[in-house]
């Protein structure tokens, strides 16, 4: 154990508190196969969802020193949590006095704009007029609602559309569980929905705003109704990372081709392999790393 792992330049980090961000992961690598990706879950200290807005930070903030330090130029944080309590401050203050050749992507902008309708590429900056309405909705953990991270962006955005945030503490414990389906996940998945569907005119679009809830899709299918469109989001983060990278020749030019992909874990490595097989769709290998904390 220990950070020995040194991956070699170029790799895409990709990083979530725990399991589900392999959802992303298994995104990024089917849109965007010619990369190489490290992956890396700190699951010695999720869930992250109801931690305080400064443990976020500091747990984020770790996680992605390490993969800059394996050599990763890029970070994409898969964790909205991580996305909506950490990278702006990531952003703005510690890349530029620390890591001014290194780039950190988050989850919550491209959701926001699929969330608005938008296709990828949005104009930074840009707002669409007033006149686009509409009502959308975002389930997420208390830590990513608690944030309004996607109220604010989608303000910005699209100021016309209306949004319903809804916490849903209970879903990353039911997905940990492995509690997909049945009458007791049921229960939970209503108790969170409800609030969203019964709240006035129903939501066209309702994003799950979370790395875990891809799992309980099935199961929430059948408590939405038909026409709203449910939104998970490894197919929107690939797509506009594809995007964003064409924008970026400087940086797409920093990345390795390898087809390499290595998955590595704070926790015990083959209980993680056992968990995640279902999120990454295969089976695969972790190895187990510790971070350096911070000084
Ligand atoms: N990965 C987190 C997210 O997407 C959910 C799990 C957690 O609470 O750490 O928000």
Redesign the pocket.
């Known amino acids: 154990m220990g950070p020995a792992l040194r991956c070699g330049d170029g790799m895409i980090g990709v990083f979530?508190?725990?399991f589900?961000?392999l959802t992303v992961l298994a995104s990024l690598i089917e849109a965007l196969p010619r990369y190489d990706y490290l992956f890396l879950a700190d699951s010695a200290r999720?869930?992250?969802?109801?931690?305080s807005a400064e443990v976020i930070h500091r747990y984020t903030l770790e996680s992605v020193e390490w993969l800059f330090d394996q050599g990763c130029t890029l970070v994409v944080l898969?964790?909205?949590?991580?996305?909506?309590r950490a990278l702006r401050n990531i952003q703005q203050l510690h890349l530029p006095a620390k890591r001014p050749d290194r780039r950190v992507l988050g989850?919550v902008r491209p959701s926001v704009e699929a969330l608005a309708g938008l296709p990828p590429g949005a104009i930074p900056g840009k707002t669409l007029p007033s006149s686009v309405t509409g009502r959308v909705a975002v389930l997420?953990?208390d830590?990513?609602i608690g944030s309004d991270s996607y109220g604010i962006e989608l303000h910005k955005l699209a100021p016309g559309i209306e949004l319903v945030q809804q916490a849903c503490p209970m879903w990353?414990p039911l997905v940990e569980a492995g509690e997909l389906d049945g009458p007791g996940a049921e229960w939970f998945l209503r108790k969170s929905l409800d609030p969203v569907l019964r709240s006035g005119r129903m939501p066209s679009r309702i994003l799950l705003?979370?790395?875990?809830?891809p799992l309980l899709l099935p199961a929430l299918r059948r408590l939405v109704p038909p026409e709203v469109a449910i939104l998970t989001?490894g197919g929107i983060v690939a797509e506009r990372l594809g995007n964003w990278l064409e924008r970026h020749p400087e940086q797409e030019a920093r990345l390795g081709r390898g087809g390499r992909r290595e998955i590595v874990t704070t926790d015990d490595p083959s209980w993680f392999a056992a968990r995640g097989e279902r999120m990454l769709g295969r089976t695969f290998t972790a190895t187990q790393v510790r971070l350096r904390p911070l000084d």
């Open positions: 979530d508190s725990g589900g961000g999720a869930p992250y969802g109801a931690r898969a964790c909205n949590t991580a996305s909506a989850v997420g953990t830590g990513t990353v705003g979370c790395t875990h809830y989001q």
